[in-house]
């Protein structure tokens, strides 16, 4: 198999049997074609790569400047591609075996405080159609620690008002998960005073939409969040992950337990979300260290 040929075929893996996110799919392939590019410099065959030549890409990233973060990420595309390759029988032996780079150091996720998020959610006025918009966004958000590219993909009949769940699908997974009854307040109102009035057609799906009335997008979102970072006055940089990490932080200080956390946020691994353990750990301790007496 020529190597186009070889890429191709684990573009089409990625996508139709593993369901990766369009953002997974798009870091993932970025990676093997910059290796790609990098093997015809050193007039490599990428199905004839040894485990020399993956070290020397490691090495190679590193003075580019790279992170340790990106060439991390960029060792685990490495181990997905060639996996795939020996599963599917186009090379003899798996040359990412005994391949390892320099693990990144893992920021612990910045987090809101209660008092934070509240002043934020408060934000969007429902004095105008944006308004309710926003506060059903921001609510829903916080409500279910979703991703932003889950939020902006949702439609319409994902939302099940009676139960007060909202269905949320990557690929072929799907997940429930519940909403607080401000969520659904902000939802219920959204739906029924507003979003008929924004869409551009009756046809459309999308549950949430721009003022132009076709599926409001990331970088729409992204917006809308700045605007009201500024609004509330808070320092902190916020991002539509913040509010994620908020999500699975809170939920940790109030006793729920990790694997619930975990299929709530559809996290593949719970060591993603035992991050958030480092997290509230970390805030206690601060608050011992300011009230205890002796500290």
Not at 13 to 22: D, E, T, W
Not at 139 to 157: C, F, H, P, Q, W
């Amino acid at each position: 198999m020529v190597k186009a040929d070889v890429i191709s075929a684990y573009e089409a893996f990625l996508k139709n049997q593993k369901g990766a996110s369009a953002n997974t799919l798009a870091s993932y392939m970025r990676d093997i074609r910059q290796f790609s590019s990098y093997l015809n410099e050193t007039g490599t065959d990428i199905l004839s790569v040894t485990k020399s030549d993956l070290d020397g890409y490691s090495a190679h990233l590193k003075e580019l400047g790279k992170s340790a973060a990106t060439i991390c990420r960029t060792a685990a595309t490495l181990r997905s591609f060639y996996s795939y390759a020996a599963s599917e029988k186009l090379i003899g032996k798996d040359p990412t075996s005994g391949f390892e780079v320099e693990k990144a150091v893992k920021k612990l996720p910045s987090i809101l405080t209660g008092k934070e998020v509240e002043l934020l959610l408060k934000q969007p006025e429902l004095s105008d159609m944006k308004g309710y918009r926003d506060r059903a966004m921001l609510e829903l958000l916080y409500a279910t620690g979703m991703r932003v590219t889950e939020l902006i993909s949702l439609n319409v009949d994902d939302v099940r008002i009676s139960t007060g769940m909202i269905r949320c699908a990557t690929g072929e997974k799907e997940r429930f998960i519940p909403m607080y009854p401000a969520a659904v307040k902000a939802l219920t109102d959204y739906l029924e005073l507003v979003r008929g009035n924004m869409v551009a057609s009756s046809e459309e799906k999308a549950l949430f939409v721009n003022v132009n009335g076709s599926r409001i997008s990331r970088q729409g979102f992204w917006k809308v969040l700045k605007q009201y970072q500024e609004k509330a006055g808070i320092e902190k940089d916020i991002t539509p992950h913040t509010l994620r990490h908020s999500f699975a932080a809170h939920l940790l200080e109030n006793g729920a337990d990790l694997k619930s956390i975990q299929e709530m946020m559809g996290h593949a691994d719970i060591s993603s979300t035992q991050l958030y353990t480092k997290v509230v750990a970390g805030q206690l301790k601060d608050v011992y260290n300011k009230a205890h007496p002796r500290a």
